[in-house]
Every structure is written in C-alpha cells, then in structure tokens.
C-alpha cells in the first residue's frame, strides 16, 4: 500500500525502543517531505554510530574504533578506584555531576531476578584479571554504583563475594538515591552526595 | 561530553517530531549497541527515503524519482473525480479502506485560522488548469474530503467558490466522522459511509 520505500522504513523503525509503527509512519512521512539536504543530515548522522566502538576495559562507548574511551585512556584518573555501574549513560550522569575521578565498569542492565549473564559474569572475571595484572591485585576502592533496589542488592553481595581481598574498600553508593530509581534520571546534587556518603 | 557522534546524533534526531533530546539519547545508545549488520539497516531504510519524488499532479509521495504516483498513472482510475485532502496519510487511510477509484489532491496541513498557503492556492490553480486542459474545464465531481471543523468549513467554502461551474457536484465528506476527528484515525467503516453519504 505505501510505496516501498517508506513501508521499509516503517517495518524497520517501528522496532526501535519506544517507537511503535505509527509513529514509524508518521516518521517516514516527515521525512520524505524533508529537501534532500536536511535528509541527509539526519543519513549522516545515523550512519556516524557505525563508527563508534567498544572500550576493551569499560566496555563504554569509543570514538572512532579506538580499544580504549577517553576516560579508561586518561592519565589523570585514577585506575585504583573502580565504579562498577550498570549504563553507559549511567557514566555519562555521574560524569557529568563531577567530583568523581576514577574509571568504571559498564555491566549493562541488571536482570531483575537479581542474576548475572554469563557476559556479565566475564566483564567482572576480565575486571578481575587487570586489577591482578596492572594494580598487583589490589586496588584501592571498588564502587558498586548501581541504583539501590532488592535485585542489585543481590548483584552487590555477589560483587563484594567475587573482589573480596582485592580492594581496600568495597562500598556502594549513599542511598541518596529514592529506592527504585535510576541513576540515570537522578539529580547531580543528589547524585553528588550518594557518591560522598558511600559505605 | 557524549562521543562526538552521540551528540551529533542527538542534536539531528531530537529536531524530529515526538523525539526530544531525552529520547534522541535513548535511542543513540540504543543504536551503538547494536552489531553494524542491523545498524546498517537502519542506514539503508533512513537513505531509502531520499529517493521518493512528488507527484506533480496529487502532490503525493511517488516511487523513485517518477512524476506520477501510482494512483494518478493508473489508467483505471477515474480522473474525473477528484478528492481534496489534507494529508499524504489521509489518501493512504481512503485507499485501504477501499470503496473510492477517484483521484487525489493533498492540499497539505490547513492552517487553524482557516486561511490558504500561497503554496495551497498555488495547488489548487494548477489543479483548476489540469481540469481545463485535459478534461475541457468539466469533471464530475470534486469531494472536498477534509476533516470536518470550523477551519475546514472555511476552505470548503474557498474551495467551492473557486471550482464553481467546473464540476458538476462539488461535495464534502459525510460527517460521519466526528467533528473535530481527524481522517487518518478513522475506522474504515467510518470512512467508506462517509465517503457514500457525502453531500
């Protein structure tokens, strides 16, 4: 019924995140009466995330197929304090509210029956292996900086369980943050004092 | 803050309607993560776009560059009756809900105060010429097929006044469709008895 072109379009769009096939079509429909110069803005700025890669210690987002992000890269931070937090926009907030200046591990979204996935599990066993092969096995604080509700209370016991003797400090972030909410959606200032009053 | 293509991604995607930065974010870490195979789907499905044309008749989307849609090239279709809409999306709705084998002209969105574009009037004089060149001034019926409220009725009158002596029944859609409703919401059923009760 629709011209090629724009059901491929719909098919193809309405399976992102919060976007259904309506809002695909209508969508599809704004853009073909874009000129071709506006259109292709939004071509090249699609096409510019093939570019972007993984970071093979934080596994956050890199530039331009680099092994390392900027942060992981830094000289200045401070590779003995690991914050252990479940996003990459989760990096991206508590960078933004400042104040923290060691690296991360980027685990990716907690199942909510409080188990890990086998990936999960290799991202803390790699996370392990370079505390042992560039820290001599013993780091100075390991944050679990994960929004505080029951089944990431389960993943922090399995955490401190897996570190345990390798930091001087395992701590979690203050519950400043409501329970059940994310960290992504909290305030700086509230975001700021959790990382102060870590236990 | 956000890799540069994140952000070029975000400033782009959240000019669109209904993606705001909050969501054009979502969907830029949603899109990194996937493998560059189903990324570059959603590159070629988003390139695929630039290809569509305008019809110079109906002023609808056509196929690869054509001058004519589907429906004012076809040689079944009867061309001496003509329904005025306001949107692409409208003539898709009309035509899945079957029942019509007239052609279209998408006047695009009516302003709320019920006055005309000049791009609006200037489809309009050409629609008037093609009426006098290629059926000699005379068809048999101009349906004025726009979503019925106060700013509709307005145009309707505009258009009825232009079109005067040129067909010989200048109609408007049955109000089966609620006052206020839009075309492209409506139920077929709706839509087909509207389009038979017309008036």
Redesign the interface.
Known sequence: ??????Q??I???SK???IGPR?A????????ELD?NT?????S????????GVCTHCFG???SKKTLCEICESKTRDKKTIAIVE???DV?TI??AGGYNGIYLILGELKHDGTLEPEQRKKLELLKKRIEVEQNGYVTEIIIALGPNTFSDFVASVIKQAFKGMAERITRIGRGIPTGGQIEFADEETLRSSFERRS
Chains 1, 2 share one sequence.
């Open positions: 019924m629709f011209p090629r072109q724009i491929n379009f098919d193809i769009f992102l995140p919060s809002m079509t209508r969508l599809a429909f704004y853009l073909a071709k259109l292709n803005k939004f071509i700025a699609l096409s510019g995330i093939i570019d972007l987002i890199t530039e996003k990459q926009t991206f960078e933004k």
